[in-house]
C-alpha cells in the first residue's frame, strides 16, 4: 500500500493505493467525519482477491486539503480519484468500481449516475434522502430539532437538487448496484436504503444483514461478508468483462 495525492479544483487529496493483479479496481469511500482508515478493512479484502484499490480522504477530511460541501468540492475529489485509477497502468479503465459508506453513498450515486467509468457501485448504510436522514437522527428531540437540522443543512450548501439519492439511482443503470443495510441500523434505518434499493434499476442486489448495526455489517454476516463482496465485484467487473471478450 502506497501514500499516494493527487488534485482536484484547488484542493490536494492525500490517500492509499493499491495495485491491481487482476486489472480491477475499487475505489473506496468513507463517511462523514472519519478518514480513509474507516474502509481499510474492506480494501484489504478485495485486495486480497487481486482487485486494485484506492483509499483517500473527502476534502477537509484527514490529510487532504479543501473545505466539507458535501456538494462540489465532494464531486471533483471522487472525479479525480476516477482520473487517477484510471491512469494506472496496472488497472483496466472498464474495470473500476465504487465501494461507499454512509454520507459518502450521496457523493457516490451522484457521481456514478453522470460518470460511466464507474462499473459497478456498492454501497453500505445508503440513505435514499438527507431530508429523511436527518429527521431520523433528531427524533429523539422532537419536531422543533428537526427543522433547524434541515435548515442547518442547507445553509452548509447542501442544496435540495443533491439531497436525494433516489432521485438519481436509476440513472446509474445498466450498471450494476448493490444496496447493503443492517436490520439493527439505527442510524440509517433499513427503510431508507430499501427507499433507495427500489429506485434503483436493474441490475440490482439487495442484502439486509441481521443484526448489523451502522458500520458493523462485516462483523454481523461473518464469511458471508467476504463471499458476497468479492462475488459482486467478480461478477461485475471481471466475468462481464470476459463475457465481452468471449462474444467479440
Known amino acids: 500500500m502506497a501514500d499516494v495525492s493527487f488534485g482536484a479544483r484547488d484542493m490536494t487529496l492525500r490517500g492509499w493505493f493499491i495495485p491491481s ?73 472498464s474495470r473500476i468500481g465504487l465501494f461507499a459508506f454512509s454520507r459518502g453513498t450521496m457523493m457516490a450515486i451522484q ?30 428531540w422532537g419536531l422543533l430539532s428537526q427543522w433547524p437540522a434541515l ?13 436525494r439519492p433516489v432521485d438519481v439511482i436509476g440513472d446509474i443503470a445498466p450498471r450494476a448496484v448493490f444496496v447493503i443495510t443492517g436490520t439493527a441500523d439505527d442510524i440509517v434505518p433499513p427503510r431508507q436504503s430499501r427507499e433507495l434499493f427500489d429506485a434503483a434499476r436493474e441490475p440490482k ?10 458500520l458493523h455489517y462485516a462483523d454481523a454476516a461473518g464469511s458471508d461478508y467476504e463471499d458476497k463482496i468479492v462475488g459482486f465485484f467478480d461478477d461485475k467487473l471481471l466475468q462481464q468483462r470476459k463475457s465481452s471478450s468471449l462474444a467479440r
Open 21 to 93: 493483479l487482476n486489472g480491477a479496481a475499487v475505489i473506496f469511500l468513507h463517511g462523514t467525519d472519519a478518514d480513509r482508515t474507516q474502509l481499510s478493512r474492506e480494501a484489504h479484502l478485495l485486495a486480497k482477491h487481486g482487485y486494485g484499490a484506492l483509499l483517500f480522504d473527502w476534502p477537509g477530511h484527514g490529510q487532504s486539503d479543501g473545505g466539507v460541501t458535501w456538494d462540489a468540492n465532494e464531486r471533483a475529489a471522487l472525479g479525480a480519484a476516477l482520473d487517477f485509477v484510471s491512469a494506472a497502468p496496472d488497472i483496466d479503465s
Open 111 to 140: 457521481v456514478a449516475a453522470a460518470d460511466q467509468r464507474v462499473a459497478a457501485v456498492a454501497v453500505e448504510g445508503a440513505f435514499a434522502d438527507v431530508s429523511d436522514a436527518l429527521r431520523h437522527d433528531f427524533r429523539h
Open 151 to 163: 435548515w442547518t443543512a442547507q445553509w452548509l450548501g447542501m442544496k435540495s437538487d443533491k439531497l
Open 205 to 214: 442486489s439487495w442484502w439486509l444483514i441481521n443484526g448489523a448495526t451502522h
